[in-house]
T-cell receptor, first 110, second 115 residues
Framework: SQQGEEDPQALSIQEGENATMNCSYKTSINNLQWYRQNSGRGLVHLIL?????REKHSGRLRVTLDTSKKSSSLLITASRAADTASYFC??????????FGKGTMLLVSP | DVKVTQSSRYLVKRTGEKVFLECVQDMDHENMFWYRQDPGLGLRLIYF???????EKGDIPEGYSVSREKKERFSLILESASTNQTSMYLC??????????????FGPGTRLTVT
């Protein structure tokens, strides 16, 4: 399986702190995606990083990819209470489908 | 603005009922997907469709069927609802490109309870 697995399962921080989530996968990929899900809602795409990229930024988000270690990390800088959500990584599994990990639940306290 | 809508946010059905969950996207996407999401299990793919009238089984198709008669609409059918189908159901769509290089757009989800 190419399933992404996020770590940690849950993370609790204070506003203003940085949050780092990790994702590991099992086989070679051509890209990896990160999604956010607010409680009880659908997922929202955050960022896609291709296998030939090592780092990508989008606003307060920084994603890294290490294909040799089959891992990716998502860093949210200067976290806000509104960043409270679950974060999922997803990898391509064929036929335009993705396999999602079980997610990291982030709680940002004011 | 990209939009995927689902017919209901909350749904309560009785065991044995036939249940229809509908999903509509306005982005002219070729691909559409149905997932269910359960605590501790993450998102699991039920069915997907890459074209009108085309469908492929995902990881957990048992107890479900799908229909895609129009490009913008993808329906999930529970022929005879059971309590173990109580879950959050998420629909998504994406453009068709090899190797999964397009992101998926999700609907808000339908929380189905089967009693």
């Amino acid at each position: 399986s190419q399933q992404g697995e996020e770590d940690p399962q849950a993370l609790s921080i204070q506003e203003g702190e940085n949050a780092t989530m990790n994702c590991s996968y099992k086989t070679s990929i051509n890209n990896l995606q990160w999604y956010r899900q607010n409680s009880g809602r659908g997922l929202v795409h955050l960022i896609l990083i291709r296998s030939n990229e090592r780092e990508k930024h989008s606003g307060r988000l920084r994603v890294t990819l290490d294909t040799s270690k089959k891992s990716s990390s998502l860093l949210i800088t200067a976290s806000r209470a509104a960043d409270t959500a679950s974060y999922f990584c997803a990898v391509f599994r064929g036929y335009s489908t993705l396999t999602f990990g079980k997610g990291t639940m982030l709680l940002v306290s004011p | 603005d990209v939009k995927v809508t689902q017919s209901s946010r909350y749904l309560v059905k009785r065991t044995g009922e036939k249940v229809f969950l509908e999903c509509v996207q306005d982005m002219d996407h070729e691909n559409m997907f149905w997932y269910r999401q359960d605590p501790g299990l993450g998102l699991r793919l039920i069915y997907f469709s890459y074209d009108v009238k085309m469908k492929e089984k995902g990881d957990i198709p048992e107890g479900y069927s799908v229909s895609r008669e129009k490009k913008e609409r993808f329906s999930l059918i529970l022929e005879s609802a059971s309590t173990n189908q109580t879950s959050m159901y998420l629909c998504a769509s994406s453009q068709n490109r090899d190797r999964g290089t397009y992101e998926q757009y999700f609907g808000p989800g339908t929380r189905l309870t089967v009693t």
